[in-house]
């Protein structure tokens, strides 16, 4: 069975600190890793990865693919207290048809 | 740009009643998914439909059925609704090309008593 485990589950930091925000996953037949933000509504898509050692890049927020070791991280420098949110980490299995969720990591940043 | 549109955006059951919960999308995926999202729980799949005419279950499939009635519409039903399925639960779609992003709709928020 697919599996896609986030760590640490939550977390609270300072505004201004840097986080890292871990995902690891079993999949078969693996194709891709997606990251989204969730605050209090639907998940908004952060990045997709595909290729190991790219980095991706939105402004404070990066994410890399590591597919030796199966794990995905997604930095964030400088944070603010609007990024405090649900960051979920996802991967399409098997067909390619099933799309798999981990438990998601609760950012918390306080001013 | 319509997306995904789920209805309705909040629902009270009592305990035994039953429900659909709909979702329509406008980008022409053939994939569309229901979740369900409890407190530290992330997204649990409940049903997923690959394409028209097919349906497979997820993760927490039981007490739930779905219909994929056209490429367009996916539908969620709890036939007798328990506090269980308290929930807040979100419908998605996606295309199939071989690497694309699921959108969602904007959840609907039930509460079973």
């Known amino acids: 069975e697919d599996k896609v485990v986030q760590s640490p589950l939550s977390l609270v930091v300072h505004e201004g600190d840097t986080v890292t925000l871990n995902c690891s996953y079993e999949?078969?037949?693996?194709?891709?890793l997606l990251w989204y933000k969730q605050e209090k509504k639907a998940p908004t898509f952060l990045f997709m990865l595909?290729?190991?050692?790219i980095e991706k890049k939105s402004g404070r927020l990066s994410s890399i693919l590591d597919k030796k070791e199966l794990f995905s991280i997604l930095n964030i420098t400088a944070t603010q207290t609007g990024d405090s949110a649900v960051y979920l980490c996802?991967?399409?299995?098997?067909?390619?048809?099933?799309?798999?969720f981990g438990k998601g990591t609760l950012l918390t940043v306080n001013p | 740009n319509a997306g995904v549109t789920q209805t309705p955006k909040f629902q009270v059951l009592k305990t035994g009643q039953s429900m659909t919960l709909q979702c329509a999308q406008d980008?022409?995926?053939?994939?569309m998914y229901w979740y369900r999202q409890d407190p530290g729980m992330g997204l649990r799949l409940i049903y997923y439909?690959?394409?028209?005419?097919?349906?497979d279950k997820g993760e927490v499939p039981n007490g739930y059925n779905v219909s994929r009635l056209n490429k367009r519409e996916f539908s969620l039903r709890l036939e007798s609704a328990a506090p269980s399925q308290t929930s807040v639960y979100f419908c998605?779609?996606?295309?199939?090309?071989?690497?694309?992003?699921?959108?969602f709709g904007q959840g609907t928020r039930l509460t079973v008593v």
């Open positions: 998605a779609s996606r295309g199939t090309d071989m690497n694309t992003e699921a959108f």
């Open positions: 996802a991967s399409p299995g098997g067909s390619n048809y099933k799309l798999t």
């Open positions: 999949v078969t037949n693996f194709r891709s």
């Open positions: 439909s690959a394409s028209e005419g097919t349906t």
């Open positions: 980008m022409n995926h053939n994939s």
């Open positions: 595909t290729s190991s050692g």
